[in-house]
């Protein structure tokens, strides 16, 4: 499955054409810690500006004393001369403070505070069981202005997995914005035509972040002769329909949509188990994945817009001064990557890409 020809076969610029974009940022990262964190970090330090770390960490970061702990080991851990900036969030919980929150949005180095069902991915089980058990601190977020970043999927065993995005819409998201309407919020990773259309159409402050791998893969990439551990995430892969509502929505210009990668390291034995971890791995070569999208779409005049703009707009953080180069060159993923002891398999390991980050511009 040449990445450079999947699903597209519209080549739309020609081979060393070059790209360059003010230098955009990641609005959804998981980093892990540790020697993970030290194995990872370079790799989003080399595209992008500034990332929103995600706080679901064993234990989780649910405080701004821990928030802060954790970037000064992401700050540590930093390559030399990388300007990276990492944005912390909170995780939020059942028992959350509402003068934790004022803390967080004090601190000036929390930007966002996580919403996470109980259950509902990757390290969630701290997370929230009824949201009605949050709304003291949700109250607090309306009031500061801080960006409640939302998992949007129930938990409902009896809910079919393809259809939790659509049903946390109608069951959670409008009656949570019905009773905090100014509240500003993210709806991370959407992966539904359904949440296309409620972020594009719905009142308020609220936008969405798009992964590579929902703009460029449907179901099938998860089958293809076999089960294919390393393109299960959550929110799972969905239709192709719903594929190409996401793209409409990326390349629309509308800057309620913007970057968020949700690159999760799994080492390859977690991911190639009885009981696979859900999470891609992208940090490696993002810019061109989302750039093979937006190409194949036709809308590479819309990308800086999308990476480098729209979030920090919706973030309320300067944008970016730098700028970097992508050239439309063919190179070939490794198969793996070092991940402390272990090894880590990026999304579409050992495929043919289109396009190549250069670096600064």
Not at 24 to 36: K, M, S, T
Not at 262 to 281: I, V
Request: charged share 25%.
């Amino acid at each position: 499955m040449d990445l450079a020809h999947h699903h597209f076969h519209a080549a739309s610029v020609p081979e060393g054409t070059t790209l360059v974009l003010d230098r955009p940022d990641d609005w959804h990262l998981h980093l892990r810690d540790g020697e993970q964190l030290a194995a990872v970090l370079p790799h989003t330090a080399a595209q992008f500006g500034r990332a929103i770390v995600m706080p679901n960490l064993k234990p989780p970061v649910t405080s701004t004393a821990l928030a802060a702990a954790y970037r000064r080991r992401i700050l540590e851990a930093r390559p030399e001369g990388t300007g990276f900036e990492p944005l912390m969030t909170l995780y939020l919980t059942d028992n959350t403070p509402a003068a934790e929150i004022r803390e967080a949005k004090a601190s000036g180095f929390v930007h966002a505070v996580k919403l996470y069902p109980a259950g509902a991915t990757t390290n969630s089980d701290s997370g929230v069981t009824d949201l009605r058990h949050a709304y003291k601190a949700l109250e607090a977020m309306q009031e500061t202005g801080m960006v409640l970043a939302i998992h949007g999927e129930v938990t409902d065993r009896d809910i079919d997995v393809f259809d939790r995005e659509k049903a946390f819409i109608e069951q959670k998201l409008i009656p949570l914005r019905r009773d905090f309407p100014a509240l500003r919020v993210v709806f991370e990773h959407i992966t539904t035509q359904d949440a296309a259309d409620y972020v594009r159409e719905a009142e308020g402050d609220i936008a969405a972040t798009l992964t590579a791998h929902h703009l460029l893969y449907n179901r099938n990439a998860l089958f293809q002769g076999g089960i294919r551990p390393h393109y299960y995430c959550l929110p799972v892969l969905k239709r192709e329909p719903h594929r190409q509502a996401l793209i409409a929505a990326a390349t629309s210009g509308n800057p309620r949509f913007f970057l968020g990668t949700d690159s999760a390291p799994h080492a390859r034995g977690d991911k190639e188990s009885d009981c696979g971890c859900a999470g891609c791995y992208t940090a490696l070569h993002a810019l061109e994945l989302y750039a093979t999208a937006f190409e194949a779409a036709g809308a590479l005049d819309r990308l800086e817009g999308f990476a480098s703009h729209f979030g920090a707009d919706f973030y309320r953080l300067p944008r970016n001064t730098g700028r970097v180069r992508l050239r439309k060159e063919a190179w070939t993923l490794p198969s793996d990557l070092p991940y402390g002891e272990r090894r880590i398999v990026p999304l579409g390991a050992g495929e043919r890409l289109g396009w190549r980050f250069l670096g600064p511009a």
